[in-house]
């Protein structure tokens, strides 16, 4: 993958270099809360991902250090992709978006539930979620 000229020092330009586009936050979501760790779990996400792309953001989230990737125990021959803690501490960012998105969509896919979580203990939440996450990497 070629390494991307940084526009400028700006914090929302550096991010949004990784993440300014329809899919790359759509791949830490489905790690981050959906448990989905294989290539092919990705491409049956709703959003209907192309392979090239797929493969493309896949290599620029480990290329930043956002994901790792590594040989499934138990299939040797597939490779499983995990969040690092760089890709865990966006936990508060996807959580924002997603009540963002609750509150101004009103088509929004978001449980009710969580919103309810959120807005009694988002700190909470946001540990509890982190802690999973971390759990993860440790198992592994």
Same mark, same amino acid.
């Given at each position: ?15 949004? &270099? ?18 989905? !760790?294989? /290539?092919? &779990?990705? @491409?049956?996400?709703? &959003? ?7 493969? $493309?953001?896949?290599?620029?989230? &480990? ?11 138990? !299939?040797?021959?597939?490779?499983? /992709?995990? @969040?690092?803690?760089?890709?865990? $501490? ?13 509150? /101004? ?19 909470? @939440?946001? $540990?509890?979620?982190?802690?999973? @996450?971390?759990? $993860?990497?440790?198992?592994?």
């Amino acid at each position: 993958m070629k390494k991307i000229k940084r526009r400028s020092d700006c914090p929302i330009s550096f991010a949004l &270099e990784i993440f300014g586009d329809k899919w790359t936050f759509l791949i830490v979501r489905d790690l981050m809360f959906k448990g989905k !760790h294989f /290539y092919g &779990e990705f @491409l049956l996400s709703g &959003e209907g991902i192309a392979t090239n792309i797929l493969s $493309d953001r896949l290599s620029l989230l &480990e290329n930043n250090g956002i994901i790792s990737k590594s040989s499934d125990p138990g !299939h040797k021959q597939k490779i499983m /992709y995990r @969040l690092t803690q760089k890709g865990i $501490d966006l936990v508060p960012v996807l959580v924002e978006m997603i009540m963002w998105s609750a509150k /101004y969509d009103k088509q929004s896919a978001v449980e009710k539930q969580f919103v309810k979580a959120v807005k009694k203990d988002k700190v909470g @939440l946001i $540990d509890g979620i982190t802690s999973q @996450l971390v759990n $993860d990497i440790d198992a592994s």
